[in-house]
């Protein structure tokens, strides 16, 4: 099983702040992707990234994936309260399998 | 619109109960998956089927068994349900096993009592 660890766990920012989170793994993925789940509801693909070193912009959203393709990273700038929720990031392994992490639960103040 | 479509968003069970949770989808999908997800834990795979009438294990299929009769639906069984399988349970589907957006259903909260 290709392991996925998302960092930090939790996140709480105030309105208007940027943040950063991180999902990295010691195996080569050939796809990650990342979604966006609200409580109460399954998870909601935000972005696929292919190609190491690819960066994908989503409005205030910047989705990077490693120059390896062992991690990647989700960038918000000015958060707003609607970006609250939890950022799964799903790789698809050797296996051809979707692994996903345990999340990134970000919480915006407003 | 996609659409995956969970029979019941709250479920609660007894111990031992044959418990079934339902998935639809409307896309045409060849891929069907169920997770469970738990706190801590995150979404575990328990069963996929890449086609009808085929199945594969996931990560964790004790105590589950599925059944995909057709091509839209796809069926998770708890044979004898326990406290244990007290979870949020999430079906999926995708065109492809690689590279393609799985889509959600809306979850299933399962309670074992």
């Known amino acids: 099983t290709q392991l996925l660890e998302q960092s930090p766990q939790f996140l709480s920012i105030q309105e208007g702040e940027n943040l950063t989170v991180y999902c990295n793994s010691s195996?080569?993925?050939?796809?990650l992707q990342w979604y966006r789940q609200e409580p109460g509801e399954g998870p909601v693909l935000l972005v696929t990234?292919?190609?190491?070193?690819e960066v994908k912009k989503l409005k205030r959203l910047t989705f990077q994936f490693g120059d390896a393709r062992k991690d990647s990273s989700l960038h918000i700038t000015a958060a707003q309260p609607g970006d609250t929720g939890l950022y799964l990031c799903?790789?698809?392994?050797?296996?051809?399998?979707?692994?996903f992490g345990k999340g990134n639960q970000v919480v915006v103040i407003p | 619109d996609v659409k995956v479509t969970q029979s019941s968003r709250y479920l609660v069970k007894r111990t031992g109960e044959k418990v079934f949770l339902e998935c639809v989808q409307d896309?045409?999908?060849?891929?069907m998956f169920w997770y469970r997800q738990d706190p801590g834990l995150g979404l575990r795979l328990i069963y996929f089927?890449?086609?009808?009438?085929?199945?594969e294990k996931g990560d964790i299929p004790e105590g589950y068994s599925v059944s995909r009769e057709k091509k839209e639906r796809f069926s998770l069984i708890l044979e004898s349900a326990s406290t244990n399988q007290t979870s949020m349970y999430l079906c999926?589907?995708?065109?492809?096993?690689?590279?393609?957006?799985?889509?959600f259903g809306q979850g299933t909260r399962l309670t074992v009592v």
């Open positions: 999926a589907s995708s065109l492809s096993l690689i590279y393609t957006e799985a889509f």
């Open positions: 195996s080569v993925f050939s796809s």
């Open positions: 990234v292919v190609t190491g070193g």
């Open positions: 799903a790789g698809v392994g050797g296996n051809n399998r979707l692994a």
């Open positions: 896309m045409d999908h060849e891929n």
């Open positions: 089927s890449y086609d009808v009438k085929m199945k």
